[in-house]
């Protein structure tokens, strides 16, 4: 079955970056495209960005240029997202998902990981 | 960016349905396509989803869950309410980049 298990939570001091993962099982990895969503404490969802593992193209939300890296590991299908120049605005729980195939929504998600920026 | 709209909250009976409601800042359909996709997200969970292309039920979601709507005004309807489905509802536009996302409705029992 479709799985995306995403790395722990991360605690990281303001002005440092953050690499979070996810590993991917269960379909073929290079064809779908990985999505990456913000959500601040209980608030709504943000949209980061995507990746095409077979060409490692990208699409980004504007806001989020300059502060999110994506990039995957094909070998080990597992996409990753770096986030950088931190600051406490960054705090949130980070969700990757599995855009589908033949449609632009999301069908599967990560469990997400929180990352909390303090000094 | 296109801005989806929900009301915050919406009571509901075990038992009886449930409308909750999107609407788009600017039309998000196309001529024979509707970007519009629901999720549901329990506290602690991750998203899942619903409804995909406005009215088209996700993979092993119960059909009490129905979805309609086209142009700025979207719809998905519970029916009947059962206590697992206490949850928050988002409603996700794909029209244009970026992806944007609706403030969610939390469905709370009567």
């Known amino acids: 079955q479709v799985k995306l298990v995403q790395s722990g939570a991360a605690l990281v001091k303001p002005g440092a970056s953050v690499k979070l993962s996810c590993k991917a099982s269960?379909?073929?990895?290079?064809?779908?495209?990985v999505n990456w969503v913000k959500q601040s404490h209980g608030q709504s969802l943000e949209w980061i960005g995507e990746?095409?593992?077979?060409?490692?193209?990208?699409k980004f939300n504007e806001k989020f240029k300059g502060k999110a890296t994506l990039t995957v590991d094909k070998s080990t299908s597992t996409g990753y997202m770096e986030l950088s120049r931190l600051t406490s605005e960054d705090s949130a729980i980070y969700y990757c998902?599995?855009?589908?195939?033949?449609?632009?929504?999301?069908?599967?998600w990560g469990q997400g990981v929180m990352v909390t920026v303090s000094s | 960016d296109i801005v989806l709209t929900q009301s915050p909250a919406l009571a509901a009976s075990l038992g009886q349905r449930a409308t909750i409601s999107c609407r788009a800042s600017?039309?998000?359909?196309?001529?024979?396509?509707?970007?519009m996709h629901w999720y549901q997200q329990k506290p602690g969970q991750q998203p899942k989803l619903l409804i995909y292309d406005a009215s088209n039920l996700a993979s092993s979601i119960p059909a009490r869950f129905s979805g309609s709507g086209s142009g700025t005004d979207f719809t998905l309807t519970i029916n009947p309410v059962q206590a697992d489905d206490i949850a928050t509802y988002y409603c996700?536009?794909?029209?244009?980049?970026?992806?944007?996302f609706g403030g969610g409705t939390k469905l709370e029992l009567k």
């Open positions: 269960g379909y073929t990895f290079p064809v779908y495209w």
């Open positions: 600017q039309s998000v359909s196309t001529s024979s396509y509707n970007f």
């Open positions: 996700q536009q794909t029209r244009e980049l970026p992806r944007t």
């Open positions: 998902t599995r855009r589908a195939y033949s449609g632009d929504y999301f069908d599967y």
């Open positions: 990746i095409y593992p077979n060409s490692g193209a990208t």
